[in-house]
Each structure stands twice: as C-alpha cells, then as structure tokens.
C-alpha cells in the first residue's frame, strides 16, 4: 500500500431518513411521521453497524494474505469502521471493493504486494 492509499478513498454522503408520504386526511390523534421516518431510519443504520461489526471485524484476526483471497484489505475493513454511524459501513466496504476491482492502480499495487 503506498502512502497515497487514504487520499484514494471513496468520497461517501451520509445516509438520510425517506420523507414520508403526506396523508390525505389528518386524524387527530395521528403519531408523527416524521418521527417514525427518522427513528427507523435509525433503526435501520443500527442493525446494518452491527451486522458489519458481527461479519467484518471478526476476519481482522485473519492474516492479509487470506483478506486478499476473500477480497477484501485490511486497511479497507478498519476504515469502515471507523465511518460515522450516519454512513453504511457496508455499503462503504462494497463499494471501496469495486472501486479496487475498477482502479488498476490499487489493483497493481494489490499484485505487486
């Protein structure tokens, strides 16, 4: 890896809550939407942290070497999780993964290693 490799990685956006659909009649005792929008929203990005936490982390006991046969790099898993909660982790990691399948100069280095 040179000592370029953290400027080359993906620009990401923070995931945002879907705004939900506007009701056509407003009762009077009706919960806010938005509220619920955001607190699955949240939801949603908790149970995806955790899953990338349960399958990721535990490969890092793993020599590089077999991080490379699976397809992955150290550098990459440990960047993911250090991203804020608001990104992906999982997300992030595939597409750092395309980007090195797309990239031949992280490819050639990743050879060259």
């Known amino acids: 890896m040179s000592q370029h490799e953290p400027m080359r990685r993906l620009q990401l956006v923070a995931d945002k809550p879907r705004k939900p659909p506007e009701p056509d009649f407003y009762m009077p005792a009706m919960p806010p939407l938005e509220l619920i929008s955001k607190l699955e929203h949240w ?3 908790y149970r995806r942290r955790r899953q ?3 399958r990721f982390l ?3 006991a ?4 077999v991080l490379e046969d699976i ?4 550098s990459d898993i440990l960047w993911a999780s250090q991203l804020p909660l608001n990104i992906d982790a999982l997300h992030a ?3 750092c993964r ?4 797309t990239d031949p100069l992280s490819s050639s280095q990743s ?3």
């Open 58 to 60: 535990p490969l890092l």
């Open 43 to 45: 939801w949603h990005m």
């Open 71 to 74: 397809g992955h790099h150290r």
């Open 93 to 95: 990691l595939s597409a």
């Open 52 to 54: 990338f936490r349960q």
């Open 111 to 113: 050879i060259s290693r």
């Open 98 to 101: 395309e980007m090195r399948k």
């Open 62 to 65: 793993h020599d590089d070497h």
